[in-house]
């Protein structure tokens, strides 16, 4: 008999992702549906999954714990999103605007405009001012259901404020319950005082920067922008290798606007994700067919830009790639942080079914953190990031867009959304 701190019973369905995790091809159709499920947790830690009907057998309530009768609501992982830039100021809706009337991302970066509008913006604003918006965004996301994601610098391009996008990462951790890795981007863009001399920024970002964001303990992966005409592949390596001797794991933007053979680098470099991949040569499929690097795609990004172009989503499952979804959340080329509505566009938009889009938005999007050990799915051991949705079964999720059908959001066995409503301490 097991002892809980937490239990929720009456689940109409509980969709648990359960392992074996990184799942490909048809282990992504797998989602391990529970019907009529009961689960306990103690500590913030599975210890029943299971039938309603076996629950009093199996599990015992200790004194004081919680006991919640689902009434028919379905369970689901708590969503993990691989790939925000969660600490920007300001937002682009000017710039949104002159896109929808024609000017391209890469014409807006030229002119100055992108990226350096909001580095301009977020070397400005306090830190305690970021910290504020950040959490107000993080507070969305839970409320969207998403328990853990990524947050990445690179708005800020020098030495005060990468560390400042840091600390504010550092912060959230500590007071707000959506779980926070933190990814060093310095190499996001060249700063407009660099403009002629990459080569001194990348200078600067190896020899000054980094150690010091190692040396504060401020970031776990280091990301690179490879693309024409912001960092091409071999500057990614002499970045990607500076931020492997200081013991930084490795993702990369790659292949997003042009094809330079991102995926494959990413592949030969041992980096964990691989993200966007608009542009990826059906070698760069195959590569990472054969590889652990995960492909993090990112469905908004093709539609909010309106490229005309999406990545080859169904061949890289086909082929076997390790799959994975995220929101990208930024105020330039996806201003969502909605994993719901990703998973949605991932179905809607890319191809993937939606047994597919649920897989990569939970198991795969864990193995993209290296954290596939303790979240994105329902197990035994593993956290209480769980989320509670109101609707008649898994597919609704999908089926019907557009209404917020999360009810209650629990992270680490903590009641965080309650009646749809955001429950801090
Ligand atoms: O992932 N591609 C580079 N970075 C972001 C966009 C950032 C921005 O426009 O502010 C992306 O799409
Ligand atoms: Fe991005």
């Not at 529970?34 to 210890?47: D, F």
């Not at 990462?169 to 779980?179: A, F, G, N």
């Not at 912001?230 to 292949?255: C, F, M």
Request: glycine share 8%; hydrophobic share 45%; aromatic share 6%.
């Amino acid at each position: 008999m097991k002892s809980a701190d937490l239990v929720i019973r009456g689940l109409k369905q509980l969709v648990t992702c359960r392992g074996p995790i990184p799942k490909r091809k048809q282990a992504m159709l797998d989602l391990g549906i529970i019907e009529g499920a009961a689960i306990a947790s103690a500590g913030g830690k599975i210890v029943y999954v299971g039938p309603d009907k076996e629950l009093d057998v199996e599990v015992k309530v200790a004194p004081g714990g919680v006991v919640l009768e689902a009434c028919g609501l379905v369970g689901f992982p708590g969503f993990v999103d691989p790939h925000t830039h969660l600490p920007f100021a300001g937002t682009r809706e000017e710039e949104f605007l002159l896109r929808l009337r024609g000017a391209t991302y890469q014409e807006l970066a030229a002119r100055g405009l992108g990226i350096q509008t909001t580095v301009r913006a977020t070397r400005e604003i306090t830190t305690d001012e970021l910290t504020r918006e950040c959490f107000s965004r993080l507070t969305s996301m839970l409320l969207l259901g998403t328990t853990t994601i990524e947050a990445k610098s690179g708005y800020g391009l020098n030495l005060e404020t990468e560390i400042k996008q840091l600390q504010v990462l550092q912060e959230l951790r500590k007071i707000h319950p959506v779980e926070i890795i933190p990814t060093f981007l310095g190499a996001h863009e060249v700063p407009a005082e660099y403009k002629n001399n990459k080569p001194a920024y990348i200078n600067l970002l190896v020899n000054e920067i980094l150690p010091e964001v190692k040396e504060k303990g401020l970031a776990e992966f280091i990301d690179v922008f490879c693309e024409a005409g912001v960092y091409s592949p071999e500057e990614t390596r002499i970045i990607a290798a500076a931020g492997r001797r200081l013991g930084l794991k490795l993702r990369l933007h790659a292949d997003e606007f042009s094809s330079l053979g991102g995926a494959e680098l990413a592949v030969e470099l041992g980096a964990v994700s691989a993200d966007h991949l608009i542009h990826v040569s059906q070698k760069g499929v195959e590569t990472l067919a054969r590889s652990n690097t995960t492909a993090v795609l990112l469905p908004m990004v093709p539609l909010f830009l309106r490229l005309g172009q999406l990545p080859p989503a169904r061949r890289l499952i086909d082929a076997g790639a390790i799959v994975a979804i995220a929101t990208d959340f930024n105020p330039g080329s996806s201003m969502t942080e909605s994993m719901l509505l990703v998973t949605q566009l991932a179905v809607f938009l890319l191809g993937f079914q939606v047994e597919e889009a649920i897989t990569a938005a939970t198991a795969n999007a864990a193995y993209a953190l290296e954290r596939h050990d303790r979240i994105g799915s329902l197990e035994p051991g593993k956290d209480m990031d769980l989320v509670l949705c109101s609707i008649p079964n898994y597919i609704h999720l999908i089926y019907h867009p557009g209404p917020n059908p999360i009810v209650h959001v629990f992270k680490k066995g903590k009641w965080v959304v309650r009646e749809g409503k955001i429950r801090l301490n």
